[in-house]
Antibody
Framework: EVQLVDSGGDLVQPGGSLRLSCEASGFSFNNAWMSWVRQAPGKGLEWVGRITSKTEGATTDYAAPVKGRFTISRDDSKNTVYLQMNSLKTEDTATYYC???????????????WGLGTLVTVSS | DIVMTQSPDSLAVSLGERATINCKSSQSLLYGGNNKDYLAWYQQRPGQPPKLLIYWASTRESGVPDRFSGSGSGTHFTLTISSLQAEDVAVYYCHQYYTTPRTFGQGTKVEIK
């Protein structure tokens, strides 16, 4: 059974930093592309960024609002993907979901599994 | 970026009646190389993460009841719930995976009338 367990959310002051973790199980993690999607309170879904598999260079890509502040990394030995968030702003307040891309013939497509989410609150 | 626009923002439907949600993309999601539309639908019940319902615009995910169906191609798509059940109360999102950044519609809230 595929499981994604997000953790690390907390209350942090503007300008602060936080690292989220997502531990995966039930599938071949080292072959998977992983992503983070966030949802501000009462709002819709916003893609944050993604990381490719290590065999594809563990390359990352980010949404414009977080580029230069957020960094996604992975540790395949721990089946874990991370989201390092720096220079946090009040508008980063959201529930952050770890998601897995479904691989369709080598192309990353839709998000087939989601974690339960972890809440990040940025406030003074 | 591809902009996804859903309509309506909310709708109230009687139990057993049909619910229809529309989604429009700012550019075509149809890839000519495989003739597939890169469009998915998700259901998000209160307090839960999104759940995949439909992908490739019309393929139902395993375990999803057959009262859920997806249709459309190119830039116009529809999610239909043929006979609304109480457990279908949720927000529904369309999502394009044609290109990065991945984008979502703003969501449509479905309630019981």
């Amino acid at each position: 059974e595929v499981q994604l367990v997000d953790s690390g959310g907390d209350l942090v002051q503007p300008g602060g930093s936080l690292r989220l973790s997502c531990e995966a199980s039930g599938f071949s993690f080292n072959n998977a592309w992983m992503s983070w999607v966030r949802q501000a309170p009462g709002k819709g879904l916003e893609w944050v960024g993604r990381i490719t598999s290590k065999t594809e260079g563990a390359t990352t890509d980010y949404a414009a609002p977080v580029k230069g502040r957020f960094t996604i990394s992975r540790d395949d030995s721990k089946n874990t993907v991370y989201l390092q968030m720096n220079s946090l702003k009040t508008e980063d307040t959201a529930t952050y979901y770890c998601t897995r891309y479904f691989d369709s013939d080598g192309y990353p497509t839709y998000f087939d599994f989601w974690g339960l989410g972890t809440l990040v609150t940025v406030s003074s | 970026d591809i902009v996804m626009t859903q309509s309506p923002d909310s709708l109230a439907v009687s139990l057993g009646e049909r619910a229809t949600i529309n989604c429009k993309s700012s550019q075509s999601l149809l890839y000519g190389g495989n003739n597939k539309d890169y469009l998915a639908w998700y259901q998000q019940r209160p307090g839960q993460p999104p759940k995949l319902l439909i992908y490739w615009a019309s393929t139902r995910e395993s375990g999803v009841p057959d009262r859920f169906s997806g249709s459309g191609s190119g830039t116009h798509f529809t999610l239909t719930i043929s006979s609304l059940q109480a457990e279908d109360v949720a927000v529904y999102y369309c999502h394009q995976y044609y290109t990065t950044p991945r984008t979502f519609g703003q969501g449509t809230k479905v309630e019981i009338k």
